[in-house]
């Protein structure tokens, strides 16, 4: 089966820095764009980034633009977040996704085939 397993999760003070990893077993990672999503209590699942299946194309949503980097290591089968001047407002749950789809609509949530767990990202002032 599929499985997608996040890590790198934890808490950092304000104008810190935190990378996260998604490990992908049971698919070709490497045919599927992929992307991270955030969820904070009380609010709404929000996009944060997406990257193609082979890395050539990476979209952010305005509020991390600058900030956030999303990049895959299709050899590993993993993909990454580096968080990079973090706020409190980055406070949230995260978590990756894989499927098949255009960067152009990866912000979609429901076009994403596979989830993982999702990691606790704490932001402190």
């Known amino acids: 089966q599929v499985q997608l397993v996040e890590s790198g999760g934890g808490l950092v003070q304000a104008g810190g820095s935190l990378k996260l990893s998604c490990l992908a077993s049971?698919?070709?990672?490497?045919?599927?764009?992929a992307g991270w999503f955030r969820q904070a209590p009380g609010k709404e699942r929000e996009f944060v980034a997406a990257?193609?299946?082979?890395?050539?194309?990476?979209t952010y949503a305005d509020s991390v633009k600058g900030r956030f980097t999303i990049s895959r290591d299709n050899a590993k089968n993993t993909l990454y977040l580096q968080l990079n001047s973090l706020k409190p407002e980055d406070t949230a749950a995260y978590y990756c996704?894989?499927?098949?789809?255009?960067?152009?609509?990866?912000?979609?949530?429901?076009?994403?085939?596979?989830w993982g767990q999702g990691t606790q990202v704490t932001v402190s002032s």
């Open positions: 996704a894989a499927g098949i789809l255009s960067t152009s609509v990866a912000g979609r949530a429901e076009l994403y085939d596979y």
């Open positions: 049971g698919l070709a990672f490497g045919s599927y764009a």
């Open positions: 990257i193609s299946y082979n890395g050539g194309s990476t």
